[in-house]
């Protein structure tokens, strides 16, 4: 009888202690390993879009230790510079009559107007200073055109000219792409959109990326994400 017993204490200890072990695979499972075939992106974290910067992103410099911290987990990391020549068609200091945020029709479609923000060579277009990412291996810089804007670090407004980060991911054997940076409505969300038309998987980490949210601008922007395959995620979910 008391043998029974033990027996089945022994068994009940054990399914508890396996339903423990499984719970504690299913948890590291849910969490998302990066491996040589994925690459962190890092979106205009610029002085122009953080405290001080002319387009300042609201608390855009909450994503610089974030990142620095994320980008410990990535094997391959890209940083990206907005980089505007003077008097860029984007400026609304270029359109006489125009002020920030207006929007006007440009020969590639709707472009919003902003302050003169990351000129080559400037102060502004500089990285943030406390961005610590040694181990990034390609800065891309983009809107360099002066009639043609540039979100995407992969395409530029007029949906045709390429920076070369697809062929540059390509040539390397990337698969997937983490987004982050500044901002989440604007370059983040069309680089994480053209990424997707690239043949990438995309993940987007939000705690690590702020929008502008110009006229409900940020839920738009994660609407088309979404709908474009684009995947919404937490810098926890990362193993
Ligand atoms: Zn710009």
Redesign the pocket.
């Known amino acids: 009888m008391s043998v029974l017993l033990n027996r089945r204490r022994m068994l009940g200890m054990s399914v508890v202690a396996l339903s423990g072990l499984a719970s504690l695979r299913a948890s590291a499972q849910s969490k998302i390993a990066t491996s040589k075939s994925d690459a962190l992106i890092v979106v ?1 974290v610029q002085r ?1 879009f953080t405290k001080g910067g002319s ?1 300042a992103v609201p608390d855009g410099d909450a994503v610089v230790p974030l990142i620095n911290t994320i980008a410990k987990k990535f094997a391959n990391v890209v940083l990206t510079q ?1 980089w ?1 020549t003077p008097g ?1 068609v ?1 400026f609304a200091s270029s359109h006489p009559g125009k002020k920030p945020f207006d929007v006007i029709d440009l020969p590639y479609g709707k472009q919003v107007l ?1 302050p003169d ?2 000129v080559q060579g400037t102060e502004g277009a500089g990285l943030h200073p406390d961005l610590a990412i040694p181990h990034a291996q390609l800065v891309i810089r ?2 360099y055109n002066k009639d043609v ?3 995407s670090a992969f395409l530029e407004a007029d949906s045709k000219t390429t920076t070369g980060l697809g062929g540059y991911l390509k040539t390397r054997g990337i698969k997937r792409v983490f987004v982050c940076g500044l901002a989440t409505d604007f ?1 983040v969300a069309w680089t994480a959109q053209d990424a997707r038309k690239e043949g990438l998987e995309a993940l987007v980490i939000e705690d690590a990326a702020r929008g502008i949210d110009a006229q409900g601008s940020l839920a738009a922007a994660w609407t088309k994400m979404l709908a474009a395959g684009v995947k919404r995620i937490k810098s926890a979910d990362l193993a």
Do not use: R, V
């Open positions: 205009d122009c387009l907005d505007h860029h984007s902003w923000h990351c983009k809107g804007d540039s979100y370059c």
